[in-house]
């Protein structure tokens, strides 16, 4: 009986996530410190200027100071109430306008085939809706920030008008009547300095209210992540996330194995060898166990009560109408969606030497033509290793694509355009099988990996990788892709699925 093996990711973008925790943990650190600095000794310094103001100025000085900032933090929370709706909107408008922005610029020629620019509902109209600029809520912000910005800013004003009126009260009601110029400029300058820290004291603690709710939302989001990293790990208790560097390439069959006679690629078995992990022996990619698919957010069940056994040499067809669930399915096999019900086993590792996925839209990185076939692998073969460039070019031959070689100006030459803006859907479905070849996955899922070529090709790309030992779990339509397949999963809708097994001819 096969045993469930660790789930083995390569998580590719792990490096920058790991970046942007360390990010917010070092943000969150340093206003931690600060608040914790300025909460500490902020009730020592309000305390020691209040009593040296008391002592130069009487009982007037710090109650016209405390009654100010009474005075100005309820006017202040007055104003605020209504403003943090706007606000809240403004951000929202912000956001929708960033969105908008990213989808006209990533989608720019789609919408300009749909003439966009001239339709009320096209991107653009969203756009001109969801500008911030002159929109309403941006002269209340203005309001708030004036309003908060006007209380008594002691810290940051040269001279101070607090001081000045409460010496001039003083002065007016007689008490410093009997001073003589000398003594008295030398009171006013002493009243002025203490009313002048008093009043920063009080200007650091309003300040801290600011510096609070920052922290307050540092630590939600470090919370949450905490919370979903704990999730995951809960789910997937026995999985481990392997390096790129732990994955095991020595399985790779030698380019110079392969033969080409009339089109069609052989290679010797290049499984087991020596330095093949044989720690996990198994030949079951995948284990369904009366599963049940649903869609995020809707009760409709795309598929109920699903059991099958997905295992090495039984490549499975997954074939269905529009929308009956077929890329769900993959998503479950990938882990990216859980079954809402029954029971789903991944027995194999992702990576090279398991399970590779090939999505409906290619997807390709920033680089040069080698990083985007050895993808997601980068560190295995940083130089250009003879043997390395002489498998790459093999296989990018074996896609049909020796003259992007010739494009890219050689396979290390950085390149400043975008691959999805050059290549064309047809050679980018050709590029991600030179990956999949360079990989050689033990399992390939591909979804309608091929529905940009022609038959021919089609048949010629899965024959390569049918040679290259792979096991296909594929999403498409023709009949042709029958004979590359044993079993035939076809998905009817309402969460009914008919699987039959294909008769060899
Ligand atoms: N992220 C999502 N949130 C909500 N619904 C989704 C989501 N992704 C897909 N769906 C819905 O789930 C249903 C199945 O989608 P799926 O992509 O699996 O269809 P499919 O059979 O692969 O279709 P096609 O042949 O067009 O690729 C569709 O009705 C789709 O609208």
Redesign the pocket.
Known sequence: MSRVMAVRRPAPGAGARDQRISQDVERFCRQLSSMASKLIISPFTLIYYTYQCFQSTGWLGPVSIFGYFILGTMMNKMLMGPIVAKLMQQEKLEGDFRFKHMQIRVNAEPAAFFRSMRRHGGPLAGLRLSRPHGHPSLSHQSWARGAHEDRPQAAETPSDPEGADIQGALAVHGVYGDLSPTELSSLVSKNAFVCLYLTNCFTRLIDLSTTLSDVAGYTHRIGELQETLLDMSLKSKDDEILDESEWNLDRFCDVSDLSVHQGIVSCPPCFGGPGWPEAEPTDTAFLLERVCIS????NKP?IKDLSLKISEGQSLLIT??????????LRVLGGLWASTRGSVQILTDFGPHGVLFLP?KPFFTDGTLREQVIYPLKEIYPDSGSTDDERIMRFLELAGLSTLVARTEGLDQQVDWNWYDVLSPGEMQRLSFARLFYLQPKYAVLD?ATSALTEEVESELYRVGQQLGMTFVS?GHRRSLEKFHSLVLK?CGEGRWELTRIKME
């Open positions: 869609a995020p957010s809707s795309l269905g109408n529009t929308g009956t669930g077929k890329t769900s399915l409906q309608e999403v998905l």
